[in-house]
């Protein structure tokens, strides 16, 4: 079945003859992605501890 699809893909002009899915490509983008969303929350927690330092307290 996956020969009849690259063949049909091949005769389309969608893969060419010496191109190669290399499946670390996939892991590689995870990893980016789960790098964004890491550096994301980092951001956002040092963002929020910022602003919830405590206030001068007020003299009675």
Do not use: H, W
Request: proline fraction near 5%; glycine fraction near 4%; charge should be positive.
């Amino acid at each position: 079945m996956m020969l009849k699809q690259r063949r049909f893909k091949q005769k389309r002009g969608l893969l060419s003859s010496d191109e190669e899915i290399d499946p670390m490509i996939y892991a590689v983008n995870m990893v980016d992605c789960m790098l964004v969303l890491a550096v994301g929350f980092l951001i956002f927690t040092i963002m929020f501890m910022s602003t919830s330092t405590v206030s001068p307290q007020e003299k009675p």
